[in-house]
């Protein structure tokens, strides 16, 4: 069993920036890759990004793609997510996860095993 927290949401002005920090509770949460996911209110909930275990491969929904970054220390055992121009179209609450088989990056949301507790992120226009 996996134990994750997020932290650092808030609320953000458009085109603002904020970083999410994923941490967990076990130490071979370095071992795993890991995802971030949002779900707004009324929708499903919706792949962000991803990071290998290894933090040398990530993937981005397209919708994010060159405004977030996901990265990784695992000598530190947090996962972050910075997000930089933000958009209303972001305000969603964001989640983070543990896939545990580690063969490539995933994006489905029953792929992953374990979850947090989620953090809002509410951006205003």
């Known amino acids: 069993q996996v134990q994750l927290g997020e932290s650092g949401g808030g609320l953000v002005q458009a085109g603002g920036s904020l970083r999410l920090t994923c941490g967990a509770s076990a130490p071979t949460f370095t071992r795993y890759n890991i995802g971030w996911f949002r779900q707004a209110p009324g929708k499903e909930r919706e792949f962000v990004a991803a990071a290998m275990w290894s933090g040398n491969n990530t993937k981005y929904a397209d919708s994010v793609k060159g405004r977030f970054t996901i990265s990784r220390d695992n000598a530190k055992n947090p996962v972050y997510l910075q997000m930089n121009s933000l958009k209303p179209e972001d305000t969603a609450v964001y989640y983070c996860?543990?896939?545990?088989?580690?063969?490539?990056?995933?994006?489905?949301?029953?792929?992953?095993?374990?979850w947090g507790r989620g953090t809002q992120v509410t951006v205003s226009s």
């Open positions: 996860a543990v896939e545990r088989r580690n063969s490539f990056l995933r994006v489905g949301v029953s792929d992953y095993d374990f």
